[in-house]
């Protein structure tokens, strides 16, 4: 089966991921609305039954079914500590206690016994009281809520959720032939007193239909609008998501076009914007570039080397055919040296194979002072003598084969260039080893100090076979440097010589 695209990718991760927190969000809003509408219905009904309760405080037993708080719809009950209902309203009229929670207290028998001994004396300290000052009827409602007094209400409350039959309004009926359901409300119980000091309960009830009917709505439209909003999301994602990979896919055909025709010069558009897509066309031109030299220089590095090659084949070949013609003409000493030149050119391009290949230098420790001893008393064939200077103690790792072909190297250039002498010095330059290489002929002129590092390059000055090389002893000797991570390069004024200085960092403990 074929991945999906980036754009499906995409289009369907933000689609899942926006269907998520939708449902999380549908869920918290749900959750908060149906509680925040249960609050209120509690409140409504608590507001209720402490008004109802407030009112009885008023009225004696006799009077409770007349007060206003029992002439609504909503179910309302006041209750005594026996159960005895003593007034309801109109949906609870004839019928029993609506809940058994929260019921007045009634006291055991002993504690009854002391009650109505304790409201005795109250009411026979009211009566004196009354006898003596008849003017102070707040002590005789104090002490026990006689006649003319005021009970107090119990601020405290519980609320709990019961189910009524209902009709087609949401009233609540016990006519079988008018209900149609049943409906939640939230009924509130609160404690109070009669004026003749019965203790009730008065229950109050609340409907919970619009909290209901609010959350029924709120969710029908959040499962009919989601399926809406995923589609608008994913659609929208899919056409920004193609927008924003419209430039790759330019980078891609181009791409493509350029493998079809091998052709490195072309390159990939980019964007004008500074983004992502836009830092891509540019490295991927930046590596089209890079790719487009290496292929141009391995171009030249091959005609070159075929050019090179040519020269001694042709010359030794020349000479084995008058040889086999004419015995006596055989100049051996020439044809011995165009072959040691040829193995010499062999080797040179054996070894920058090897390092355009990536081979890393063998792990060694090699001393750069020995290495110029070594060097300086091997060469005694050489036109000028070499002066050896400072060669102050060290050692660098990697490896001493490729570094004694540097040396030889920067040796053989500066005997082709000196006029009388070359000298040759190691100084420690802060963490590493500098080894230098000076002769004291005309120098290289400022333009020329990077390019003499290029393959099969030789300046004017040197271009004669018969003085030196191809022109690969200081590509091969920078490119071991680099390997080895150092550097090599050309220092010191013009017109005093050449002074090339090869840099390489010191050997780890």
Do not use: C
Request: proline content about 4%; hydrophobic content about 40%; charged content about 30%.
């Amino acid at each position: 089966m074929r991945r999906a695209s980036v754009r499906v990718r995409a289009a369907l991760g933000a689609t899942v991921v926006v269907a998520l927190a939708l449902v999380a969000a549908g869920f918290f809003v749900v959750a908060t609305l149906r509680g925040g509408l249960a609050d209120t219905a509690r409140l409504n009904a608590e507001n209720a039954a402490r008004g109802t309760a407030a009112q009885i405080a008023d009225v004696p037993d006799t009077e409770i079914a007349q007060v206003d708080g029992l002439d609504g719809d909503e179910p309302a009950q006041v209750v005594d500590a026996d159960g005895k209902v003593l007034g309801a309203s109109d949906p609870l009229k004839g019928r029993g206690p609506m809940a058994d929670f929260a019921r007045a207290d009634r006291p055991d028998d002993d504690a009854g016994d002391a009650g109505d001994a304790e409201g005795a004396d109250a009411d026979a300290d009211a009566d004196d009281a009354a006898d003596t000052d008849d003017g102070d009827s707040s002590d005789s409602a104090a002490a026990g809520g006689g006649a003319g007094g005021r009970a107090e209400v119990d601020t405290d409350s519980e609320t709990r959720t019961l189910t009524f039959p209902v009709d087609d309004d949401g009233e609540v009926t016990y006519d079988k032939e008018d209900v149609v359901g049943t409906q939640e409300f939230s009924v509130a119980a609160v404690q109070g007193r009669t004026m003749d000091g019965t203790p009730v309960t008065v229950y109050s009830g609340a409907s919970l239909g619009a909290q209901q009917e609010a959350v029924s709505t709120v969710t029908r439209s959040m499962l009919f609008g989601l399926p809406v909003l995923l589609l608008v999301v994913a659609g929208v994602t899919w056409l920004v998501t193609r927008r924003a990979l419209r430039p790759v896919e330019g980078i891609r055909q181009e791409m493509s076009a350029i493998t079809a025709s091998t052709d490195l010069t072309r390159r990939v558009p980019e964007p004008d914007a500074r983004d992502e897509v836009a830092r891509l066309a540019r490295t991927t031109n930046e590596t089209l570039a890079a790719l487009e030299a290496s292929v141009e220089r391995q171009r030249r590095f091959v005609a070159d080397a075929s050019h090179e090659l040519r020269s001694p084949i042709a010359s030794l070949r020349t000479q084995l055919e008058v040889a086999a013609a004419h015995p006596e003409l055989l100049d051996l000493d020439e044809a011995v040296e165009d072959t040691v030149r040829l193995q010499t050119l062999a080797a040179d391009l054996l070894l920058l194979a090897r390092l355009d290949a990536g081979e890393r230098p063998a792990e060694g420790r090699v001393a750069l002072d020995a290495l110029v001893q070594e060097h300086v008393a091997q060469r005694v064939a050489d036109p000028h003598p070499v002066r050896v200077g400072a060669l102050e103690s060290g050692e660098v790792r990697g490896s001493a084969g490729q570094l004694s072909r540097v040396l030889a190297n920067l040796l053989d250039n500066a005997q082709r260039h000196a006029t009388s002498q070359v000298s040759v010095a190691v100084r420690r330059e802060g963490d590493g080893l500098a080894l230098s290489v000076q002769d004291d002929g005309e120098g290289v002129p400022e333009g020329e100090r990077e390019r003499i590092f290029e393959r099969f390059v030789r300046l004017d000055a040197a271009r004669s076979r018969d003085e030196g090389g191809a022109g690969l002893g200081l590509a091969i000797a920078r490119d071991v440097a680099e390997r080895h991570g150092g550097s090599l390069r050309v220092e010191g004024p013009t017109g005093d010589g050449a002074r090339f200085v090869l840099r390489l960092p010191l050997a780890d403990g």
